[in-house]
């Protein structure tokens, strides 16, 4: 293991606010890159570990990660492509109909989606017929993109970037970043960047993983690197007020076990406030999502979600029991890295990504495979680790339960099904 230091920004201030009073809630330890599955040649070289440990903003109440890992390591080789879930292109498709239809877009709106990947929300938006911009820093997805017919350009967004894309497409009537802005660490230039690009009343809309669903669901494996930022409302009004925008919507969506949909427009546009907005902020009051206690409280679940898995999966197998996982997402490597499950535990992961497959995880280094090992070599029980799908992999794999086999799911809290 090699604690790496020389491609990390530790910060000293809270992403938002700026303030000082930062109190860590949570440390998952040094632990590698949730996405830099190993090749066949790699599995045995020492990897790269960087720290992951977790913060509260006393003063907005942001709940963040202050070690930054440089986006040109983070994102280097990157393995996910969104169009391999056949959940979230639907949940896209749905989302670019409801946008088209809610702020009456035509053939000459231009909606422009940061951290766009293969293209997989600007598809339907074409479709419906409007203009569309990717912007995606991987070049080998962005290619993929290109190759749909969706116009990418292969950069990390910025305000220099919006510049340029203002000059040569011109004004966006929509922007969003999806899954991408809790990845940003200077959400502030970013935020710049979207102004200087929307209409007078264009609408910038983000989804995020939402902290209240991150707290009470006990959604620790959320955390990795890429992830900086947990949001609430309430921390994301105080944020977005400060850049002379204002949230006009919320949504609950159920992508990554719980996330928001923001709707934000310029402060003074002609888009109205919808109830929702004040509707957040006094149930985040309520909870206390300023107080030190509910932090506390989750810290003591993820320890205990942590020894009840493990002795779960070391009971089966000294039982003789086989075990293999399902689902190699960023988020499973955290709950392997974490909870300390490992190859011992583990034969294999089946993930139905071939960009994933014939891969290890990084740091437990289990093997990846296609889901034909399920056939050739079944085992007893399937640990659900992509475990926000698993109501549709247990549909998809009903063959195995019909043939004696159990599924597993880890979080909020293990259980066998």
Same mark, same amino acid.
Not at 56 to 81: E, G, H, M, T
Not at 244 to 251: F, H, K, L, R, T
Not at 356 to 368: A, L, S
């Given at each position: 293991?090699?604690?790496?230091?020389?491609?990390?920004?530790?910060?000293?201030?809270?992403?938002?606010?700026?303030?000082?009073?930062?109190?860590?809630?949570?440390?998952?330890?040094?632990?590698?890159?949730?996405?830099?599955?190993?090749?066949?040649?790699?599995?045995?070289?020492?990897?790269?570990?960087?720290?992951?440990?977790?913060?509260?903003?006393?003063?907005?109440?942001?709940?963040?990660?202050?070690?930054?890992?440089?986006?040109?390591?983070? +994102?280097?080789?990157?393995?996910?492509?969104?169009?391999?879930?056949?959940?979230?292109?639907?949940?896209?498709?749905?989302?670019?109909?409801?946008?088209?239809?809610? +702020?009456?877009?035509?053939?000459?709106?231009?909606?422009?989606?940061?951290?766009?990947?293969?293209?997989?929300?600007?598809?339907?938006?074409?479709?419906?017929?409007?203009?569309?911009?990717?912007?995606?820093?991987?070049?080998?997805?962005?290619?993929?993109?290109?190759?749909?017919?969706?116009?990418?350009?292969?950069?990390?967004?910025?305000?220099?970037?919006?510049?340029?894309?203002?000059?040569?497409?011109?004004?966006?009537?929509?922007?969003?970043?999806?899954?991408?802005?809790?990845?940003?660490?200077?959400?502030?230039?970013?935020?710049?960047?979207?102004?200087?690009?929307?209409?007078?009343?264009?609408?910038?809309?983000?989804?995020?993983?939402?902290?209240?669903?991150?707290?009470?669901?006990?959604?620790?494996?959320?955390?990795?690197?890429?992830?900086?930022?947990?949001?609430?409302?309430?921390?994301?009004?105080?944020?977005?007020?400060?850049?002379?925008?204002?949230?006009?919507?919320?949504?609950?969506?159920?992508?990554?076990?719980?996330?928001?949909?923001?709707?934000?427009?310029?402060?003074?546009?002609?888009?109205?406030?919808?109830?929702?907005?004040?509707?957040?902020?006094?149930?985040?009051?309520?909870?206390?999502?300023?107080?030190?206690?509910?932090?506390?409280?989750?810290?003591?679940?993820?320890?205990?979600?942590?020894?009840?898995?493990?002795?779960?999966?070391?009971?089966?197998?000294?039982?003789?029991?086989?075990?293999?996982?399902?689902?190699?997402?960023?988020?499973?490597?955290?709950?392997?890295?974490?909870?300390?499950?490992?190859?011992?535990?583990?034969?294999?992961?089946?993930?139905?990504?071939?960009?994933?497959?014939?891969?290890?995880?990084?740091?437990?280094?289990?093997?990846?495979?296609?889901?034909?090992?399920?056939?050739?070599?079944?085992?007893?029980?399937?640990?659900?680790?992509?475990?926000?799908?698993?109501?549709?992999?247990?549909?998809?794999?009903?063959?195995?339960?019909?043939?004696?086999?159990?599924?597993?799911?880890?979080?909020?809290?293990?259980?066998?099904?």
């Amino acid at each position: 293991m090699r604690i790496k230091s020389s491609h990390i920004t530790h910060r000293s201030t809270c992403r938002i606010c700026g303030g000082m009073k930062l109190s860590r809630i949570l440390s998952l330890g040094p632990t590698p890159l949730a996405n830099a599955f190993l090749l066949e040649h790699e599995r045995h070289l020492p990897e790269s570990y960087f720290p992951l440990d977790v913060y509260v903003c006393k003063a907005c109440s942001l709940v963040q990660l202050i070690d930054v890992v440089d986006p040109r390591i983070l +994102f280097k080789d990157y393995v996910y492509v969104s169009s391999t879930s056949p959940v979230f292109v639907a949940h896209f498709d749905t989302f670019a109909r409801q946008v088209f239809d809610r +702020f009456h877009l035509s053939a000459r709106s231009l909606v422009i989606d940061i951290g766009s990947n293969d293209g997989i929300l600007l598809r339907p938006f074409k479709q419906l017929g409007a203009r569309v911009l990717g912007v995606e820093p991987d070049r080998s997805i962005g290619t993929i993109a290109r190759k749909a017919g969706v116009t990418t350009i292969s950069e990390f967004f910025s305000l220099i970037v919006a510049r340029k894309i203002l000059k040569k497409y011109g004004e966006a009537s929509i922007v969003t970043a999806t899954n991408v802005f809790a990845h940003v660490d200077d959400i502030h230039g970013l935020v710049k960047g979207v102004k200087h690009l929307l209409t007078k009343n264009g609408v910038f809309i983000i989804e995020v993983p939402y902290l209240v669903d991150f707290l009470e669901k006990n959604l620790f494996d959320t955390v990795y690197h890429e992830h900086l930022s947990y949001f609430s409302v309430t921390a994301l009004h105080y944020f977005f007020e400060q850049l002379g925008m204002a949230i006009i919507d919320v949504e609950r969506v159920a992508t990554h076990g719980g996330s928001l949909r923001v709707f934000i427009a310029r402060a003074g546009s002609t888009h109205k406030k919808e109830s929702s907005v004040q509707s957040f902020l006094t149930s985040e009051k309520k909870i206390g999502l300023q107080e030190e206690k509910i932090y506390h409280e989750y810290k003591k679940k993820i320890e205990r979600n942590k020894v009840t898995l493990h002795t779960l999966l070391s009971k089966l197998k000294e039982k003789g029991n086989s075990i293999a996982g399902y689902g190699a997402p960023a988020k499973g490597n955290t709950l392997l890295n974490f909870f300390g499950v490992g190859d011992e535990l583990l034969s294999y992961i089946v993930d139905d990504s071939h960009h994933k497959q014939g891969r290890y995880t990084p740091g437990k280094r289990i093997p990846v495979v296609s889901s034909e090992k399920l056939k050739t070599h079944p085992p007893d029980y399937l640990l659900i680790i992509a475990w926000n799908f698993a109501e549709s992999i247990m549909k998809k794999n009903e063959e195995f339960r019909r043939h004696g086999g159990k599924f597993i799911i880890p979080v909020p809290s293990p259980k066998i099904i």
